[in-house]
């Protein structure tokens, strides 16, 4: 499965939901998330977040997130097509500590 990582937290571009053929992404206040066992592992969300914000779970030190996602992407509402991301987006994009910071 592929998830979302640290890097989409107050970014939010949702460009990866317009590519996402089965439209797995889940959307909290600050983050969205991919639900890993809707995910057909396609790969075609990694390249088109501005944020690279998505990764492979293969990649080493991501069971953090894999848990996330998969956590959140039970109680969180799906969303299927993309929307404006918040004002202050580009400030956001690429800060380091953003979990510790800002998720909720
Ligand atoms: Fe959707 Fe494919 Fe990305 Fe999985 S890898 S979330 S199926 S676009
Ligand atoms: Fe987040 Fe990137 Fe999608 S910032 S909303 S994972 S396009």
Do not use: R
């Not at 977040?49 to 030190?61: K, R, V, Y």
């Not at 993309?82 to 400030?91: F, G, H, L, V, Y």
Request: aromatic fraction near 10%; include cysteine.
């Amino acid at each position: 499965t592929y998830v979302v990582t640290e890097d989409c937290i107050k970014c939010k571009y949702t460009d990866c939901v317009e590519v996402c053929p089965v439209d797995c992404f889940y959307e909290g206040e600050n983050m969205l998330v991919i639900n890993p066992s809707e995910c057909i592992d396609c790969g075609v969300c990694e390249p088109e977040c501005p944020a690279e914000a998505i990764l492979p779970d293969t990649e080493d030190g991501l069971e953090k997130w894999l848990e996330l996602n998969t956590k959140y992407s039970a109680e969180w509402p799906n969303i299927t097509s993309q929307k404006e991301p918040p004002e202050d987006a580009d400030d956001h994009k690429g800060e380091t500590g953003k979990f510790e910071k800002y998720f909720s």
